[in-house]
């Protein structure tokens, strides 16, 4: 009775074996006849393709396949033929016939070789065939493509990104399905995912939807999908208006030492932001050329150098020219755009008038998804953590430290503090070029998310001017509200009514408040006034 038992399952594994062999009447209903016909066949065969199945399907692809009465042959590009079954040498007869390929076809053998992809180890790969058989499961539809699709959904290795293409692809081809019961799970289904890519499919498919099922479910998704579509779009617009928040904050808290705590006018603080981003565009050169290996870290080393960088011109130019018109703001004013002036027309006379190009290093290129169609580049998202990171350093420098100290002492009271010991021309410099170097880090991060030029500082001079202003001068953490609620403020109008009329209308803003309020969001209480 054992050998009995183990015969039959001897049996069994050959037969399963050999079912899924290519045979004579599988390749000639790949090679011949109605294109639904050939395309259900190679939806059958490519769910458990073997090597002479893979190789048939590659040979239509490239219209390398001839029919020779019953055979189908392979031909070579030296002209040989082989029996597409056996693999044996066949002799090619004049009357030998080219296997038709048209786009419909084409299209089903290109899905059917992209699950090949979806088993190697590939991501990018995966991700590539993945996202093929979306599109095509969304331009055309044919549930006898699921069995692939599900065969490619079994694998445990499978990417997240290529899994989640793919469950938009098994939803989008259950709802061509003849079972209702399909196409209500599908519909039912596609409301939770949240893509807007499905929206017109789920459009089109409403409209020719028979069941009343069905269409309520579809329906109901649609509706899902609007609402999930309009909290990614709010929260979208929020991350990027703290983005755009966290810029202003960084061109913006330089100045709110320089003219906040000190009081000058600086018009060339643009062109000390524009120095930090050629500095790290100078450093990024020096990786490439001469530290391939480490390009990657470039930006760290950039920092650091950006700061000094636009921290000596900075204390240069208080020096030189700024200690001797403190006291007069309309003078240090024509003073600061002349050497503004001169800072633009020396950076074209070294490095060109035209644009040059910083990378983001790899650990910032990239995104994250959320909620289906939400993205968060990684340069944005570090962008902010590096803005909330020089923020805390400059508080705790100012608040903790003694040359904060001295700072707050020369800035409130200046014969006081000299009459305590106090160095003040020396703090002066001291606080002037640590105004200048944290504008050196703002160009710094600048140069991750857009090109560094001449004229890079010219566009947020007089934005940063009013994130000071708003936020009440002297204040950090007015600077911190006024640049953030700014970022918000003007990423919201900018969805509502454009961005030309986005900037007037916050321009606007600005100015009726500071009319109201004319010592800004915070001010200075008590004895500090």
Known sequence: MRWLRSFLVLLCLIGAASAHALTPADALALAVGDSDDRIAAINRLAAEPDERTLALLQALGNGAVKVQGEQVLLIADDGSATDAVTGAAVTLADEAEDSMVNNRLRGALEAALSVRDLFGSDVQAQQAAAAMLQKAAFDEPDAAQLPLVDKALANTAL??????????????????SDDEAQRLAAAQALGGMGDPALKPLLAARLEAEQSATVKTALGAAMSALDRSLAISSGLSQAFTGISLGSILLLAALGLAITYGLMGVINMAHGELIMIGAYATWLVQAFFKSTLPDFFDWYLLAAMPVAFIASALVGAAMERSVIRFL?????ETLLATWGISLVLMQGVRSLFGAQNVGVENP????????????????????????????????????????RLGLFVRGVTQNRPIASCMGVNTARID????????????????????????????????????????????VGQLAGTVYAALGLGLLNKFLEGWAGAVLAKIAVLVFIIVFIQKRPQGIFAFKGREA
Do not use: H
């Open 326 to 330: 403190y006291g007069r703001p309309l």
């Open 362 to 401: 790899s650990w910032m290129s990239g995104s994250v998804t959320l909620l289906g169609n939400l993205t968060l580049p990684w340069n944005r998202i570090l962008i902010i953590a590096f803005a909330a990171a020089v923020l805390i350093g400059v508080t705790l420098l100012i608040s903790k430290t």
């Open 159 to 176: 990417d997240a990104k290529a899994r989640t293409s793919l469950e938009l692809a098994r939803a989008a081809m259950q709802l061509a």
């Open 429 to 472: 410099t001291y606080a002037f070029a640590l105004g200048s170097g944290i504008a050196g880090l703002a160009g710094c991060a600048l140069s991750q998310i857009g090109n560094v030029g001449p004229d890079l500082g010219q566009s947020y001079i007089v934005d940063s001017f009013m994130v000071v202003v708003l936020g009440g």
